[in-house]
């Protein structure tokens, strides 16, 4: 877990991390959350001189962001977690904010990151699976089921391999940082490789490292021309483990996607600039904001 206290305008004030304990449970997940947050607080009132006014906290798989609930995560073996009353009752009933981890991670990109200034963007993290947030006029776009950016299970190649939705040839199956570690452990040989050393060997022109990360980025580049067609971003922001590669990654890309583009605008495409950090500061956002709604209600 990271975490972080973050003041009015996004600066971060102190960082934190801590382990789930998800080995120990769900139950121990959830209280480590809560106890990780009072923490903090307290540590916000002995070096900071004041309390926090509101707190925001991002959690992955479904989310019902308006009732405060962590509906689904398979991951933590969660099932409709009320985070919101848990984290206020433990926080002396401040205002709570909940959020989906990637749409949170976006909201920051766009607000304070790589997407400053941008009316319209998307930001889609490369890690062990494949989401987005869609960002509108300073907002995240949830959709009208909480499952709004889901672009890791646009079916690129029909004939792919089986996806945990369900489908086949979902885009996270086969463009996801797991997913090119899986194709490069096999292609190399070595069951402990993974996408940071395919990267290192594309660098070095290893053949079947650049066959690995070509079949990875064309299908990437197909489902990100689908996502454009459809919301029309001014910026592509990507981000997770495979961004880490930089222009190795994104060279090839912009030339993959500009080669798929006929009326739609191409988007400035972007690396993430907030890193790991964008899930505490957008947490953070979505605190603010909660408390900006109340204050003009």
């Not at 102190?14 to 540590?43: C, K, P, Y």
């Not at 848990?86 to 949170?104: F, M, N, Q």
């Not at 993974?194 to 490292?209: F, L």
Request: charged content about 20%; some cysteine.
């Amino acid at each position: 877990m990271k975490a972080a206290l973050v003041g009015t305008d996004g600066t971060l004030l102190h960082e934190a991390r801590r382990a789930t304990d998800r080995e120990r449970g769900a139950e121990a997940v959830i209280e480590s959350i809560l106890a990780f947050a009072a923490d903090l607080r307290a540590h916000g009132e002995e070096h900071l001189g004041e309390s926090a006014v509101a707190a925001g906290v991002a959690v992955p798989g479904i989310v019902d962001s308006a009732k405060g609930i962590a509906v689904y995560a398979a991951n933590l073996g969660w099932r409709d977690v009320p985070l919101r009353t848990l984290l206020s009752e433990r926080l002396g009933a401040i205002p709570v904010a909940l959020g989906h981890d990637v749409r949170t991670g976006g909201l920051a990109e766009g607000r304070i990151g790589a997407g400053r200034g941008t009316d319209r963007f998307l930001f889609v993290p490369l890690g062990t699976g494949i989401a987005g947030a869609i960002g509108i006029a300073g907002a995240i776009e949830a959709g009208a089921h909480g499952n709004a950016g889901e672009i890791g299970h646009i079916v690129v190649r029909p004939d792919g391999p089986g996806c945990s939705c369900g489908q086949r040839g979902c885009l996270e199956t086969l463009a996801s940082a797991a997913a090119v570690t899986r194709a490069w452990a096999a292609a190399s040989g070595d069951p402990g490789a993974d996408a940071a050393d395919c990267a290192k060997a594309v660098e070095s022109g290893d053949p079947a490292a650049i066959e690995v990360w070509r079949n990875a980025v064309d299908a990437l580049a197909a489902g990100l021309v689908t996502a454009l067609t459809l919301l029309d971003p001014g910026t592509l922001i990507i981000g997770g483990g495979l961004a880490e590669a930089g222009e190795t990654l994104f060279t090839p890309l912009r030339a993959a996607v500009e080669e798929r583009v006929t009326f739609q605008k191409l988007p400035h495409i972007v690396p993430a600039a907030l890193g790991d950090t964008a899930g505490c500061l957008g947490a953070g956002l979505l605190a603010w904001d909660l408390l900006s709604t109340e204050v003009s209600a």
